[in-house]
């Protein structure tokens, strides 16, 4: 326990009684998880004065002896006050960062009397109760923390995580601002807080991702780590000023990155029988590389993933070059590109490339230097899995050459190509068939969308002697896929019909993903 002299000139008597409280107390790295908190102190004088009252249990009577969780900052004058309203305390010290959390996170459930400190999101708090709940907001600096927002941006976690969505929006408009969350690939309204609310929310967000909150002019990107309902998720923030008004007012997006959702078997993803055996058969060849293509949010990486899977990292060295890193991977060496020092994708895939790999991962491929060097390591033994922004497989080839690959080299190191798309299922409660085809109606159920839950849809073009020659004298696209389909590929639409036959999905559906 660090020592402090008593404060006795400034604050008088108290101060003596201060001085010997923590001179009787206690030392810990952090605060019990089997703690209770006792909510006997309003949160403001918790939050400002560094104390934290807990209780061994919800039966304890009221006249024990309470436990004050203190830190270095905490004033003598505090446990004074407390020893005042509550008697006789014994104190424990705590780091300062611990006991910040543990305030938070106490405070911020929704259980009346005490709450145990837990590092996930109480999942048990309700969304639209809460943000009636929330009072009318004067001050922004005491706005920032105050619990009301705090249960808030919990509880549209917790709601998020219910609903499977990936994104969260937080919007800004003259009158009322919105929440919307992206589920399945498509965004739908969630509530629409007060105006006065949103700076708040935006405020408590930035601070749980270790963002500027005074900085409200340029765009700024974090990182949150937490749990809910046990879950671990990932969530990356990003800000962006908007609008025009001496205030400022700025929009969030929060992708929510589930870490137990990328440890995923390519034969849950929804390959076809021959794609699937086609594709397994690409991923163990001792090098060259393997493209998967699509926009952004067609599931590229998780395919990728899901193909390191199948490889044992036992035997094999597989090292991943990734901005961001979704998920982690066991026995997996994974590296964050960070531009900012000057840890691009090449200079990341430079310094594997010395690691001894076998196998390496590249995020994306967004430029001619990070292509010349996948090419590079492929040609010298290196198996390759990259994601590419094309529409389809065809198209690959030629984006690369485009960038400035050499035709003869890329002829040389391709094996294949995966394009893809993520198509949203029926919902088995209210789906109808008509005419033999199954259409969506919307129900409770699925959210009044008609849809719940996605799958794939691909289309693998394996790179044989006849399209490698194709490659190799830069051949149009339209003779590409002409090659491929006679080699047996089918396009995007076509491999959905098979989940419009069996009921899975809709023509609609598959139309909407596929209409490039």
């Given at each position: 326990m660090s020592s402090r002299a008593p404060e006795s000139v400034r604050f008088g008597g108290p101060a003596s009684l201060a001085a010997a409280a923590l001179a009787g107390g206690a030392t810990l790295a952090s605060i019990p998880r089997e703690t209770r908190i006792a909510r006997e102190v309003p949160y403001a004088f918790a939050r400002d004065h560094h104390v934290l009252v807990a209780r061994l249990d919800d039966n304890e009577p009221p006249t024990s002896t309470r436990t004050v969780f203190i830190?270095?900052?905490t004033s003598p004058l505090a446990i004074a006050e407390l020893q005042r309203a509550l008697g006789p305390v014994r104190i424990v010290e705590v780091a300062a960062d611990a006991l910040e959390k543990a305030i938070?996170?106490?405070?911020?459930?929704d259980d009346g009397a005490s709450a145990r400190v837990v590092d996930e999101v109480d999942a048990s708090l309700d969304l639209s109760r809460l943000m009636q709940d929330v009072p009318e907001i004067e001050d922004l600096l005491e706005a920032e923390d105050n619990a009301p927002v705090i249960r808030l941006i919990n509880a549209l976690f917790t709601e998020a995580a219910r609903e499977g969505a990936s994104d969260i929006h937080l919007e800004p408009f003259e009158t009322h601002s919105v929440v919307r969350f992206r589920v399945d690939g498509t965004l739908r309204d969630i509530v629409r807080p007060r105006r006065q609310l949103h700076s708040a929310l935006i405020s408590r967000i930035k601070i749980m991702a270790n963002l500027d909150i005074a900085e409200k002019r340029l765009p700024q990107d974090g990182r949150i780590a937490l749990r809910v309902a046990g879950r671990p998720l990932d969530v990356r923030v990003s800000?962006?000023?908007?609008?025009?008004?001496?205030?400022q007012p700025?929009?969030?997006?929060?992708?929510?990155l589930d870490k137990e959702a990328g440890r995923l078997d390519l034969t849950a993803l929804g390959m076809g029988r021959?794609?699937?055996?086609?594709?397994?058969?690409l991923i163990r060849q001792p090098h060259g590389i393997v493209l998967v293509t699509g926009p952004t949010g067609s599931g590229k990486t998780t395919t990728l993933y899901a193909?390191?899977?199948?490889?044992?990292?036992?035997?094999?060295?597989?090292?991943?070059?990734?901005?961001?890193?979704?998920?982690?991977?066991p026995a997996i060496g994974q590296t964050q590109v960070n531009a900012r020092i000057g840890m691009t994708f090449a200079a990341a895939l430079r310094a594997i490339l010395r690691q001894d790999p076998d196998v390496i991962m590249i995020g994306e491929i967004r430029d001619l230097e990070t292509a010349q060097i996948a090419v590079q390591a492929s040609l010298t033994g290196h198996l390759v899995l990259a994601t590419l922004h094309t529409n389809d497989a065809v198209s690959a080839a030629t984006r690369l050459a485009d960038m400035g690959v050499e035709p003869f080299l890329l002829s040389s190191s391709l094996l294949g190509v995966v394009a893809q798309r993520l198509v949203r299922k029926l919902c088995d409660a209210c789906k109808v068939?008509?005419?033999?085809?199954?259409h969506p109606v919307g129900c409770p159920v699925c959210g009044h969308t008609g849809y719940q839950g996605r799958t794939g849809i691909y289309e693998l073009m394996r790179i044989d002697d006849r399209l490698r020659d194709m490659v190799h004298d830069e051949s149009g696209e339209p003779a590409l896929r002409e090659a491929a389909k006679e080699q047996g590929m089918k396009n995007l639409r076509e491999d959905g019909d098979r989940w419009i036959a069996s009921g899975v999905t809709s023509r609609e559906e598959v139309f909407r993903v596929t209409r490039d």
């Amino acid at each position: 326990m660090s020592s402090r002299a008593p404060e006795s000139v400034r604050f008088g008597g108290p101060a003596s009684l201060a001085a010997a409280a923590l001179a009787g107390g206690a030392t810990l790295a952090s605060i019990p998880r089997e703690t209770r908190i006792a909510r006997e102190v309003p949160y403001a004088f918790a939050r400002d004065h560094h104390v934290l009252v807990a209780r061994l249990d919800d039966n304890e009577p009221p006249t024990s002896t309470r436990t004050v969780f203190i830190s270095a900052a905490t004033s003598p004058l505090a446990i004074a006050e407390l020893q005042r309203a509550l008697g006789p305390v014994r104190i424990v010290e705590v780091a300062a960062d611990a006991l910040e959390k543990a305030i938070a996170k106490g405070y911020a459930t929704d259980d009346g009397a005490s709450a145990r400190v837990v590092d996930e999101v109480d999942a048990s708090l309700d969304l639209s109760r809460l943000m009636q709940d929330v009072p009318e907001i004067e001050d922004l600096l005491e706005a920032e923390d105050n619990a009301p927002v705090i249960r808030l941006i919990n509880a549209l976690f917790t709601e998020a995580a219910r609903e499977g969505a990936s994104d969260i929006h937080l919007e800004p408009f003259e009158t009322h601002s919105v929440v919307r969350f992206r589920v399945d690939g498509t965004l739908r309204d969630i509530v629409r807080p007060r105006r006065q609310l949103h700076s708040a929310l935006i405020s408590r967000i930035k601070i749980m991702a270790n963002l500027d909150i005074a900085e409200k002019r340029l765009p700024q990107d974090g990182r949150i780590a937490l749990r809910v309902a046990g879950r671990p998720l990932d969530v990356r923030v990003s800000t962006l000023p908007v609008g025009n008004s001496p205030s400022q007012p700025e929009r969030a997006v929060l992708r929510l990155l589930d870490k137990e959702a990328g440890r995923l078997d390519l034969t849950a993803l929804g390959m076809g029988r021959e794609t699937l055996a086609t594709f397994d058969a690409l991923i163990r060849q001792p090098h060259g590389i393997v493209l998967v293509t699509g926009p952004t949010g067609s599931g590229k990486t998780t395919t990728l993933y899901a193909a390191l899977a199948r490889i044992d990292a036992a035997t094999t060295n597989v090292l991943t070059v990734e901005d961001p890193i979704e998920y982690e991977l066991p026995a997996i060496g994974q590296t964050q590109v960070n531009a900012r020092i000057g840890m691009t994708f090449a200079a990341a895939l430079r310094a594997i490339l010395r690691q001894d790999p076998d196998v390496i991962m590249i995020g994306e491929i967004r430029d001619l230097e990070t292509a010349q060097i996948a090419v590079q390591a492929s040609l010298t033994g290196h198996l390759v899995l990259a994601t590419l922004h094309t529409n389809d497989a065809v198209s690959a080839a030629t984006r690369l050459a485009d960038m400035g690959v050499e035709p003869f080299l890329l002829s040389s190191s391709l094996l294949g190509v995966v394009a893809q798309r993520l198509v949203r299922k029926l919902c088995d409660a209210c789906k109808v068939d008509k005419d033999g085809e199954w259409h969506p109606v919307g129900c409770p159920v699925c959210g009044h969308t008609g849809y719940q839950g996605r799958t794939g849809i691909y289309e693998l073009m394996r790179i044989d002697d006849r399209l490698r020659d194709m490659v190799h004298d830069e051949s149009g696209e339209p003779a590409l896929r002409e090659a491929a389909k006679e080699q047996g590929m089918k396009n995007l639409r076509e491999d959905g019909d098979r989940w419009i036959a069996s009921g899975v999905t809709s023509r609609e559906e598959v139309f909407r993903v596929t209409r490039d």
